[in-house]
């Protein structure tokens, strides 16, 4: 469905919705919308009008639905419902769809849910479970088709025959040993099909795909997925137990929040935000960020308020430190985009830190230089003051340089000690331009006007 069809859709619904014409809303929501749209509907839409929309829903399609919503709204959705009703959502998803349901819940409800469940879903629902939900353990579905290496194709293809249906998604069966489940290796689908039925899978499998360990990280599964060109790839144990499979679809996700989570965090909000939140819950959690800025900004008050006497002696000065802070900051957060965008990719690494800072140092130095002449001439013109051109020259050249110095180690640095670069970088180095940048330029202009 493209957007502008979902925004008529979700016109006619709000439509039917004040008309009172529910039977009409309720058969779009269940007839005419795949599961995806109709989760961006309810995302679309106010509080209110979300929870009479959610109330339509026929409970066959609410867990299809549900596993689309952002996690503030699947979390807020899940909260007024009972056990029981939770439970037959969860009966309807995948492995790791059911994790990623019950994390929203209190831990209570977790337990009660996992005691009442069948056996079988209840153990793979703990191996997910296991591991942090930003994992490959945590990613990973465990509804998967395992094969052994010595039986044959056509015994292979009567397996499949005889069980109707294979996992979606699939595009390999894994190969695994008899008897501690040990991954060996893949038989792609196309092979299968196309090889001789009296042959051996040992003869046709392939065993150059490497397992993912369940520990590792899901932007680096991602990573690996996108170098690879993967659809689907074994998930293993430290012992190299087949544990699961993560198929391309949670791969996207993976790589739609870590873009949501970049562009929320240098904002200081969640990635996970609900649009609608309610007024008191989106205040608590703006406040913080405010609060925090309005810090900084204090300290740079501070640097201003030293050189106090002599901004009164220079009011040109007053008029210009803007530009300074300002070229400052833009100049740091080009380099700190970059640095974690590096990051993201997993370009940037200890090996290659030093090559980068320098030729940082050195476009912050040449880009000092240049607008360092612009502002320079523009401020002699303007104020008739060849000292303050020289002033504001010096003082853009040295807060350029810091700019460039900042945005590169911040990133580095905060990775090293395991705070997320995306959501405190901006903040210091705003901070450190400005200080910088007004204490250059002040300080020079002390110097100089004495």
Sequence with gaps: MAIN????ALDKLNRALDSG????VRFTLNNSLR???AAHLLEQSPPKERE????????DN???ILQYLADDIQSDI?????TDRVLAITETLDTDDVADVLQQLPERVTRELLKIMDQQNRERLEVVLAYPEDTAGGLMNTDTVTIRPDITVETVLRYIRRHNEIPEMTDSLF???????????????????VSDPNITVREIMNTDIEPIPAEMPDDEVASLFAKHDLVSAPVVDTKGKLLG?????????VIREDADHSMMSMAGLDDDEDTFAPLMKTTRRRAVWLGINLITALTASAVIGVFQETINKVVALAVLMPIVASMGGIAGSQTLTLMIRGQALGHVERSNAGWLLNRELLVGGLNGILWALVVSAVSIYWFEDTTIGLVIGLAIIINLIAGALAGTVLPLALKSWGIDPALAGSVLLTTITDVVGFFAFLGLATYFYG
């Design 175 to 193: 190969v695994v040993s008899r008897r501690k489940e040990s991954y060996i290796g893949i038989l792609p689908l196309t092979k299968l099909l």
């Design 245 to 253: 499979r993560i198929t391309i679809d949670d791969v996207v996700d």
């Design 52 to 59: 009479i929309l959610w109330n339509l829903i026929h409970p």
């Design 78 to 82: 899940l909260s007024r419902m009972d």
């Design 35 to 37: 599961p995806a749209e």
């Design 5 to 8: 069809d979902e925004t008529t």
């Design 21 to 24: 014409a529910f039977q009409q």
């Design 62 to 64: 609410e867990g299809k």
